[in-house]
């Protein structure tokens, strides 16, 4: 079964600095994979999205991902956060329009 | 175009009520799935309607069920309530169902408190 993992819980970044969010994920074929943002209370939001083909892909909001066959791995960076991108992110693979998602990474930001 | 909405925004219930949720997809999709989202078990899947048949359906108890209407729109429905219930209930429509490649697009949730 497909499974993906976010190995960090909790992230602290001081607005401006450059954001990297951890991704992992278990899947026996060519995996299609997606980033959302939640916001408190609110729903999910798609960043950005993995099909096939470049493997560097760009989302909304100055977010961009990176796939990794060999690492098994999908990365979300930013190079310059704002206050604003203060939420929770989630990765997810789909395997016949069910989202599987990780446990998701709090960013916190400072001023 | 409207995106995902999902009534009522909060509900609160009592332990062994019933309750129902909707969700109504963006216009012309045909599949939408609802997941459950907690701080201990985070978001799970629950089950997928795409023109009126259930499509797939995740590791929940036989009193979580759902439907879909001949306009797409989907209702949930929770029998019996437990206090393990309480949850954000989120819904997602696509275009079409068991493609990998389309996106889901969500609604801003139910918000469930069973006391």
Known sequence: AQSVTQPDIHITVSEGASLELRCNYSYGATPYLFWYVQSPGQGLQLLLKYFSGDTLVQGIKGFEAEFKRSQSSFNLRKPSVHWSDAAEYFCAVVDASKLTFGTGTRLQVTL | ?115
């Open chain 2, 1 to 115: 175009k409207a995106g995902v909405t999902q009534t009522p925004r909060y509900l609160i219930k009592t332990r062994g009520q019933q309750v129902t949720l909707s969700c109504s997809p963006i216009s012309g999709h045909r599949s939408v799935s609802w997941y459950q989202q907690t701080p201990g078990q985070g978001l799970q899947f629950l089950f997928e309607y795409f023109s009126e048949t259930q499509r797939n359906k995740g590791n929940f108890p036989g009193r979580f069920s759902g439907r879909q209407f001949s306009n797409s729109r989907s209702e949930m429905n929770v029998s019996t309530l437990e206090l393990g219930d309480s949850a954000l209930y989120l819904c997602a429509s696509s275009l079409i169902s068991g493609a990998r490649n389309t996106e889901a697009f969500f609604g801003q949730g139910t918000r469930l408190t069973v006391v």
